[in-house]
């Protein structure tokens, strides 16, 4: 587990913009360096996947839109999320547990205890590109 020093948690997503509908479609890569891939209806177009991702998982995990912030990939498909450590904290894990489990292509995912998040999620910052 990598860390800031400020104890945000790192959310690694693919996108997949002009979908028929939202939602998560499983696991992106190699364990260790595992994304959630999420399925969007919004065009990749002036900012508006980035837009439906963050209302669309905020909706999801119980926050408000400004607890998530896109801090790497604005522009590209594999990107990171950070949330502050009250957010985490306040994050709905199950509702995105139990979204995943009900993707198709989802392997059996566990919690990590020490984040009290998916096993995808790391505190603070990742060395990856996005």
Do not use: Y
């Amino acid at each position: 587990m990598i860390t800031d020093g400020r104890g945000h948690l790192c959310l690694r997503v693919q996108v997949l913009p002009n979908a028929r509908q939202t939602a998560i479609d499983g696991l992106h890569g190699e364990p260790g360096q595992q994304a959630l891939k999420i399925r969007l209806q919004a065009p990749p177009v002036d900012g508006k996947a980035n837009e439906a991702l963050i209302k669309w998982l905020a909706k999801l995990l119980g926050l408000n839109q400004r607890d998530l912030h896109i801090e790497r990939g604005h522009s590209n498909r594999l990107k990171q999320l950070l949330l502050n450590p009250q957010a985490a904290d306040r994050a709905n894990w199950q509702a995105l547990q139990q979204a995943l489990e009900r993707s198709f292509r989802a392997p059996e995912v566990r919690l990590n205890p020490a984040l009290n998040a998916p096993e995808f999620a790391t505190a603070g910052r990742d060395d990856g590109k996005a």
